[in-house]
C-alpha cells in the first residue's frame, strides 16, 4: 500500500464520511473514492458499505484498520522522534488556553517540552474563547486550546484532547438550582446571558435561539468577560452555558452549576493558524497530545480534523 492509500483508508475509517475525509486529506471527494475503490480491488473485497445515509466499515475494513492503525502510529512516531531529535529547537512559543484545566496541560507539556529542548521557552496565555481565537489570528500566540466549531477559514482545528459534560449556570435561588440535572428544554425558562465577540456558529453551538423541540430561548445581557458572564447571573439577570467542571473553579455563593442530562459534552481542541506549522510548533503539539491521550499515537499535523469554559 502507498502511503496515501494508507492515509486516506485510515481517515475514511475514522470520519466515516467522504467529504469530511476530503476536507481532513485538503484533496476533493472524489479522489478520496477512487482512492478507496482501487485499494478494494487490490485487496479483492470492499473495505466501506456505502448509502446515500451512511459509510460504515465492512468486517474486512475493520480487520483492516485494526491492524493498520498501529503500525501507523508507530511509523509516524519513529517520524516524529526522528524530526525532534534533529531539530535546533530554540525561541519562544506562545500558548494560549480558554479553561483553567486546559491550561494545566499546557503547563505539564511545557515541562516536558523543556526537557528535551530546554532553549525554547514556552509562554503560557489564558483569555476568553473570541480572545484566544483573535490572539491566534493575530499570532500573538502559536496555538491555543479551546472549544469548537469555529468559522475561521485560517485557523486548523486539531485533535480533540478530552471533553467536559455541559451544564446550565443559573443563579442560586432559582428553581432550577435544587434540581440534580436539567435538560436542554429548560432553556427556555430564563433568559441566557451569552458571551459578546464570538462566531455566530459557536454562538448556535453553545447559546442558541430555540431548544431541540422548537421553544423559544430569550437571549438576555451578554459581557465580555467570564466574570462578567457570573455576575449577570448571580445577580438574577439569567442562566449562561459553561461546564460542570467550571464549578470546581468558579464557584460562587449565588450562583448554581446544574448538569444537562441531554446536551452533547463541550470538546476542548487544540488550535493552530493554517500553513504555520514550524519543527517546534509541531513538536510541542505531539507534546500536548501525547499527555492528553497517551495512547493515541503520533498526530498527522499537516491533515488535521477540521471543526465554553
Keep these: ?24 486529506l485538503h484533496v476533493s471527494p472524489g479522489r478520496v473514492s477512487q482512492t478507496i475503490k482501487a485499494l ?14 451512511r459509510v460504515v466499515l465492512t468486517p474486512i475494513g475493520q480487520q483492516l484498520c485494526d491492524e493498520l492503525l498501529p503500525a501507523h502510529q508507530q511509523i509516524q512516531r519513529a517520524v516524529a522522534n526522528a524530526m ?7 525561541g519562544v512559543l506562545r500558548a494560549g488556553f480558554t479553561a483553567p484545566w486546559s491550561g494545566k496541560l499546557l503547563a505539564q507539556a511545557a515541562e516536558a517540552f523543556a526537557s528535551r529542548h530546554p532553549r525554547c521557552l514556552v509562554e503560557l496565555q489564558g483569555a476568553t474563547y473570541n480572545a484566544a481565537i483573535r490572539a491566534l489570528r493575530q499570532q500573538n500566540v502559536d496555538l491555543v486550546i479551546a472549544e469548537p466549531p469555529i468559522e475561521e477559514p485560517d485557523v486548523i482545528v486539531g485533535p480533540v484532547l478530552f ?28 433568559p441566557l446571558i451569552t458571551a459578546v465577540g464570538v462566531s455566530p456558529t459557536w454562538r448556535e453551538a453553545y447559546f442558541p435561539r430555540r431548544t431541540p423541540q422548537g421553544e423559544h430561548v430569550e437571549h438576555g445581557p451578554a459581557a465580555s468577560g467570564w466574570e462578567g458572564v457570573l455576575a449577570l447571573v448571580g445577580a438574577g439577570n439569567g442562566a449562561t452555558v459553561a461546564t460542570v467542571r467550571a464549578g470546581r473553579y468558579h464557584a460562587r455563593p449565588d450562583i448554581a452549576y446544574v448538569p444537562f442530562e441531554d446536551a452533547p459534552p463541550v470538546e476542548y481542541a487544540l488550535m493552530w493558524r493554517d500553513e504555520d506549522l514550524s519543527a517546534g510548533l509541531q513538536v510541542f503539539i505531539q507534546t500536548v497530545a501525547d499527555l492528553a491521550q497517551p495512547t493515541s499515537g503520533s498526530l498527522c499535523l499537516r491533515a488535521p480534523v477540521p471543526g465554553p469554559g
Excluded: K, N, Q
Aim: hydrophobic share 45%.
Design 40 to 53: 478494494e480491488r487490490r485487496i479483492g473485497g470492499a473495505l466501506f458499505e456505502r448509502s446515500s445515509r
Design 84 to 90: 525532534a531529535a534533529c531539530t535546533d529547537v530554540r
Design 163 to 190: 471533553s467536559e459534560h455541559r451544564a446550565l449556570v443559573v443563579p442560586a435561588t432559582h428553581p432550577l438550582a435544587a434540581r440534580e440535572t436539567v435538560s436542554l428544554e429548560d432553556l427556555a425558562l430564563l
Design 1 to 24: 500500500m502507498e502511503r496515501y492509500e494508507i492515509e486516506t483508508f485510515l481517515a475514511l475509517a475514522e470520519e466515516l464520511h467522504f467529504a469530511r475525509t476530503a476536507e481532513r
